[in-house]
T-cell receptor
């Protein structure tokens, strides 16, 4: 079975400071990892993914994530947060065998204060 | 707009009524997925189609739920005899399966409230 844990319900940072949203995963075999963002009353927007290759993945809106196989983590980062980054962030995992099913974490609410 | 669209965006119904939601995927995508998201939780997989074939159904999809994708284009999700526990956001996603790249694009969702 595959699963994702997002240990923080909320993350609060000041604008201009670094932002980190944590994610750990459990999957059999090699993982495919994703980050999505959700704004109020909107669907999920894709930010970035790790399939293979470099452990540091760059995505949309200045976000990046680092895949760490030994720690089974895929933390989302942004060097300098903006107020407009305030949203709900979801980490998701998919395994190679069940390539149709994304398993999501419970989400982390990010609030960036001006 | 060439993204995934869902209709209606909001639905309020009384317990025991039937409801039907529609999803229009990105036109060239061959896979279509349904997820359910309850408050404070991440989306949970319900079912998916490859073209017109429904290939997998989650245990979450009780016999009151039925999904179709005639002709491999749009899809409908019907809930019969709705219960208050069915209140949730129902998300549709689509993807083009091409090797390992199977990125799912999500629609805006249909928020169902069962009174």
């Amino acid at each position: 079975a595959q699963s994702v844990a997002q240990p923080e319900d909320q993350v609060n940072v000041a604008e201009g400071n670094p932002l980190t949203v944590k994610c750990t995963y459990s999957v059999s075999g090699n993982p495919y990892l994703f980050w999505y963002v959700q704004y109020p009353n909107r669907g999920l927007q894709f930010l970035l993914k790790y399939i293979t290759g470099d452990n540091l993945v760059k995505g949309s809106y200045g976000f990046e994530a680092e895949f760490n196989k030994s720690q089974t983590s895929f933390h989302l980062k942004k060097p300098s947060a903006l107020v407009s980054d305030s949203a709900l962030y979801f980490c998701a995992v998919r395994d190679m065998e069940n390539d149709y099913k994304l398993s999501f974490g419970a989400g982390t609410t990010v609030t960036v204060r001006a | 707009d060439t993204g995934v669209s869902q209709d209606p965006r909001h639905k309020i119904t009384k317990r025991g009524q039937n409801v039907t939601f529609r999803c229009d995927p990105i036109s060239e995508h061959n896979r279509l997925y349904w997820y359910r998201q309850t408050l404070g939780q991440g989306p949970e997989f319900l079912t998916y189609f490859q073209n017109e074939a429904q290939l997998e159904k989650s245990r979450l999809l009780s016999d009151r739920f039925s999904a179709e994708r005639p002709k491999g284009s749009f899809s409908t999700l019907e809930i019969q005899r709705t219960e208050q526990g069915d209140s949730a956001m129902y998300l549709c996603a689509s993807s083009l399966v091409s090797g390992r790249n199977n990125e799912q694009f999500f629609g805006p969702g249909t928020r169902l409230t069962v009174l």
